[in-house]
């Protein structure tokens, strides 16, 4: 498995479950790809370079779970209720990194200690 940025397609379809063709294909491929411009946003253009060739896996998994958020969620809803229609957008809508994602791309770079554990809060 390559370790360049942006992670593979496949290595997203596998955490969906779900073989993409078509829009959705393209869909995830731009979810993919932005994810991957905010992430060597937050490094040096030096360090940038490196990673598009061979990035820690740590920063590949802040991606690819970036690239899921957009791709499940475009719109950015926050709440959805059916009986009488009830929408709730959230400000922001797109791919977009959590402080926490952000702040394991900065210690990637740094070289600082990581975390010992990633919480994944669950999306339902």
């Known amino acids: 498995m390559s370790s360049a ?23 995830a ?7 991957t411009t905010l992430a060597l946003a937050d ?7 490196i990673w598009t060739v061979s990035a820690p896996a740590v920063v590949r998994l802040v991606v690819i779970h970036a ?5 499940e969620n475009p719109r950015g809803i926050h709440q959805e209720t059916y009986g009488e229609h009830t ?10 990194l ?7 791309i900065r210690n990637a770079h740094s070289g600082r200690p990581r975390p010992r554990s990633i919480r994944t809060p669950s999306p339902y």
């Open 5 to 27: 940025l942006p992670p593979a397609l496949s290595e997203l379809t596998e955490r969906l479950g779900a073989e993409l063709d078509g829009n959705d294909r393209t869909r």
């Open 29 to 35: 491929e731009l979810a993919l790809d932005d994810a």
């Open 43 to 49: 490094v040096p253009d030096r360090i940038a370079a």
């Open 67 to 71: 690239a899921r958020r957009e791709y």
């Open 87 to 96: 929408v709730n957008l959230a400000e922001s809508s797109g791919v977009y």
């Open 98 to 104: 959590t402080a926490r994602e952000r702040a394991l």
